[in-house]
């Protein structure tokens, strides 16, 4: 590297020679000919470039070596942004033989090889990836239906068919939390069921009491929220005192605090956290009179609105990372829900999937290396 820089040294130092010095001595007297003086100028040019050209091949190399450093240095920010980049291809599988004209659907999904995000290395994990991944791991997954969704698709990449028929039954009892150890890994994974964001508040609050923190930890909510209440000003201060309780459990983010830095927090690891985002409704396909009138487009809208403006969120300066339901269901679209609000599998997996990409970039892990 040395050796190149000098030499690019001494061939910029003889170009201001060859071109400087003639043109300094012969200034006065082309000046007084502008033709003479612009073919003179044009003149040296061309000699300079013909004497800087075998320093170029060098220059390039520097430049694409410097720049190489810096997109590997960045590479956490830049594909944290890109991980919700997906897109879908649905399309008709297969006619219902009933004759009723049932038509089945693929739901193909992946994230986007153009643009940005091509350079991410984004990739589906496959079972023994994600349990080496996981491997030791607390994670805690709040809030409702949606979060429950969630842990199924999440506990299907480490569970064979066989388990996973096993705890159906204790993961879908209504209104409940629920709990598993899968012990050939050491994971213990907890839902919490949490409809409300005040909810969420408390178990923040419950995990600064304790001084226990999980590694990963999901949560979301927002439409038990917009169904019960259906005011977008109470959830904007429900949303604000939640901010609060998980900034000040975090160990070493006084940069996230709006009042300034965080004290008396405890010496540990920060957890990993992830917000559950709200799916797109479709109002027709509500289940219930009370649904559509209450959760309409325009109350949606509104909701999402504060909740982008609420600072929550890593994209708007606070601390948890989207997993982005919204684009996920958007994008899927009408094809991917019976009820308008609950979407199929196909759609948690995604968002399963784009948690653990964010965990691997946020370890500064890679799937070779696992």
Known sequence: ????????????????????????????????????????????????????????????????????????DNREDSCINLV??????????????????????????????????????????????????????WIVVAGDSQARLTVQSLLS????????????????KKHSDYEIVVDEIGMKLDFVWAPYVVNLTSLMMGFK??????????????????????????????????????????????????????????????PHLFWLGMPILINGMLNTEEKREKMNDEMWHAYDSVLHNSRLLRRYGGPLLLLDIQSLSWNCGPRCTIDGMHYDGAVCEAAVHILLNALLIESHQKLGSL
Not at 158 to 167: G, H, P, S
Request: glycine share 10%; proline share 3%.
């Open 157 to 172: 990449l480490i569970l064979d068919e066989k388990r996973m028929a096993m705890i159906m039954g204790d993961l879908y």
């Open 209 to 270: 009491k304790n001084r226990t923190y999980p590694d990963v930890l999901v949560m979301g909510a927002g439409l038990w929220h917009m169904l019960h209440v259906n005011n977008a000003s109470d959830y904007d201060v429900a949303l604000e005192n939640l901010r609060s309780s998980v900034v000040s459990l975090l160990p070493f983010s006084s940069e996230l605090d709006m009042d300034g830095p965080v004290t008396g927090s405890v010496s540990v690891r920060s």
């Open 1 to 72: 590297m040395l050796i190149m820089l000098g030499g690019i040294q001494i061939g910029v130092l003889a170009a201001c020679v060859v071109l400087f010095v003639p043109m300094g001595m012969a200034g006065y007297h082309l000046s007084r000919n502008r033709m003479l003086f612009f073919g003179g100028a044009l003149f040296i040019t061309l000699a300079v470039g013909v004497h800087l050209t075998p320093y170029f091949p060098s220059v390039s190399d520097f430049v694409s070596s410097v720049k190489s450093v810096v997109v590997y």
């Open 84 to 137: 919700n980049e997906v897109v879908w291809d649905v399309k008709p599988r297969v006619i219902s033989s009933k004759g009723d004209g049932t038509v089945d659907y693929d739901k193909i999904w992946d994230w986007s090889r153009n643009g940005k995000a091509k350079g991410c290395d984004f990739e589906k994990l496959g079972r023994g990836d994600v349990k080496d991944l996981l491997n030791g791991s």
